[in-house]
């Protein structure tokens, strides 16, 4: 095989350090706290095979051609409505559909992204957004954040400069699984109009909300200052690889230029299946389960770190989502811990990757939502032991 010149760009991608654990915890014996995956059990087979049988019958060759890059109308449309507010309607042709949001944000970073681009980014943020936006060469700015996440008042002329615009994820965000409360988001997005900093609002997790009503999402606060990224993924199907962004025409425009070059279109059969699944408010019935077995995994592994944790670690509760953010004692680093861990039959991700400042070494991020129960509280106490409970 010839030798290949690699770009500067190919030169500089690593493997992601949660990949090479993934490859260890697929091992059955292993507990693994560290996947990302929604839990299987909530996939609506049955439904998806119904309505791909009814798509192939009904409109075989629609679903098996090309397709508009910019998505299926009908699906379009249906996004459109179900962001829709009295007084602030969302057209369909601010709707483009994706395969995934991870490629939105790969076709974000390609038309909003020089090399050396100002982007901020939370403190921790999503890892592959910092895959996806580091290959068009930004320059990434973290933002201070707490518990309640980023802290508003941080942004200031200094930090925004220049700025292209701030990544963020309001709702049970990734890794932390933690939530913003109502009066920051209003107070970020206020303060992001007054520095002309536009937000990119991630919200794939935004449904997954156990404990009452969602919060207004940042496009609700105001739709004119933020791009929003919406996902299938973890409310009926990752495999669908289904993806939405919201934003002005002008730029779903070239987001669509991009994605020509990228795909020429998400896959037509998997957008016409899902717009079939969805179109009469099957997700109305459908989230609310998915919800009633995450917040019961949430709470199975609550009560185990209660049981099992000596005194200096501290975690958040989380009100909704996959994840739950971990911090040990003074002095501990969660790598150092992972080896021991592994060595255990027991794994999660630890926090170092998420950063793209300092990283706080102690931290570490649990999933709950795919372990059962009992192997939850077994999971937790090998890790308590460890830890010296
Ligand atoms: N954003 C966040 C915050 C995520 O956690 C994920 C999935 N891990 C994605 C985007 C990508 O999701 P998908 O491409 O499956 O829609």
Redesign the pocket.
């Known amino acids: 095989m010839p030798l290949c010149t690699l770009s500067r760009r190919a030169l500089q991608l690593k493997s992601s350090a949660i990949r090479e654990i993934l490859k260890i915890t697929e091992q059955p014996d292993v507990i693994s706290f560290a996947g990302?995956l929604p839990n299987p059990a909530t996939f609506p087979v049955a439904q998806i095979r119904d309505a791909a049988d009814r798509v192939l019958v009904e409109q075989g060759a629609n679903a098996l051609q090309y397709s508009p890059t910019e998505g299926y109308a009908p699906l379009r449309a249906w996004i459109a409505e179900r962001h829709s507010l009295p007084g602030a309607p969302v057209s369909p042709e601010q709707v483009l559909l994706?395969?995934?949001?991870?490629?939105?944000?790969d076709l974000l970073g390609k038309v909003l992204i020089d090399p050396g681009s100002r982007v901020l980014v939370e403190t921790p943020t999503?890892l592959?957004?910092i895959q996806a936006f580091g290959l068009y060469e930004p320059h990434f700015v973290s933002v201070p954040s707490d518990d309640d996440g980023l802290v508003p008042e941080s942004l200031d002329d200094g930090l925004c400069h220049g700025a292209r615009f701030l990544y963020t994820?309001p709702s049970f965000?990734?890794p932390t699984g933690r939530l913003m409360p109502l009066d920051r988001r209003q107070a970020l997005v206020e303060r992001a109009a007054r520095l002309g900093l536009p937000l990119v609002e991630?919200n794939?997790?935004g449904d997954l909300c156990y404990d009452g009503a969602p919060l207004p999402t940042l496009r609700e606060l105001n739709p004119h200052g933020v791009v929003y990224?919406g996902?299938?993924?973890?409310i009926l199907a990752?495999g669908l690889?289904?993806?939405y962004v919201i934003a002005e025409t002008a730029l779903i425009g070239k987001l669509v230029q991009a994605k020509q070059a990228a795909d020429l279109h998400t896959p037509s059969f998997t957008q016409i299946v899902a717009h079939q699944v969805v179109k009469d408010g099957y997700l109305s019935q459908h989230i609310p389960q998915v919800c009633q077995l995450y917040a019961t995994q949430c709470q199975a592994m609550l009560q185990a770190l209660e049981a099992h944790m000596p005194a200096g670690v501290h975690w958040n509760r989380p009100r909704g989502g996959m994840f739950l953010w971990l911090a040990l004692p003074e002095g501990m680093r969660s790598l150092d811990v992972l080896q021991r861990a592994l060595a255990e039959k027991v794994a999660f991700v630890p926090g170092e990757p998420f950063y793209t400042g300092a990283p706080d070494p102690r931290t570490l991020r649990l999933s709950f939502v795919t372990v059962p129960p009992a192997r939850i509280e077994e999971g937790v106490a090998r890790l308590g032991r460890l830890l010296g409970a």
């Open positions: 990302g994706t395969t995934g949001s991870q490629q939105a944000l999503y592959g957004a994820l965000q990734n991630d794939p997790y990224l996902s299938f993924s973890k990752p690889r289904l993806g």
